[in-house]
């Protein structure tokens, strides 16, 4: 979810408990300048889940991965 700083010092206590089930990105001036995410979740363990996905004998470009994971759904 996106932001802004203002909703964000507005609201705090209600995207507080948001953040634990998804990361808020809060912006400023339409930039963003940071990102409120549950501690307890463990990232690099998602990503560990995401290796082996694409084969590494096969040279694939983006699109082309990006067209093989959304016809798998």
């Known amino acids: 979810m996106i932001i802004t700083a203002t909703e964000f010092k507005t609201n705090l206590g ?18 963003s300048i940071a990102r409120l995410t549950n501690p307890t979740v463990n990232k690099l363990e998602l990503l560990d889940d995401l290796v082996g996905i694409v084969p590494q004998d096969q040279t694939m470009d983006k699109n082309t991965i990006r067209e093989e994971r959304l016809s798998r759904q």
């Open 14 to 31: 209600k995207y507080l408990e948001m953040a634990m089930s998804q990361d808020i990105f809060i912006t400023k001036n339409g930039k």
